[in-house]
């Protein structure tokens, strides 16, 4: 009789969410090394509860974001998911990472 062989197949899913992005991006730019900060709150029955999450980064004061969810993960990650937009849609909230090395010769010879 033949032996059947069983191969066992493990699949490791690695998860990335928003707030992990979020952090990575302050934490790895040697210049900012900055932790964004995350005040919670929750409402409503043990049952039901919705969470609040507001996110402030304290390098780029303009970074205030806020959401809700059904629990703190899924509030932060929006509040993150949010300053995640908020960055992408603004060029100058990453200004801060090469600052401008124009100099007035240079403007002058951009205008002619």
Excluded: W
């Amino acid at each position: 009789a033949k032996k059947k062989k069983f191969v066992i197949v493990i699949v490791i899913v690695i998860m990335i969410d928003d707030k992990n992005i979020l952090y990575q991006f302050f934490f790895r730019v040697p210049e900012l090394k900055c932790v964004p900060v995350y005040e919670t709150n929750s409402t409503g029955p043990v049952h039901a509860r919705i969470f609040f999450s507001k996110i402030t980064v304290p390098i780029v004061p303009e970074i205030v974001c806020e959401a809700s969810g059904k629990s703190k993960k899924e509030s932060e990650n929006g509040a993150a998911r949010k300053a995640i937009e908020k960055i992408a849609q603004n060029p100058n909230y990453c200004a801060f990472l090469k600052p401008p090395t124009t100099t007035q010769s240079s403007i002058q010879d951009r205008q002619e």
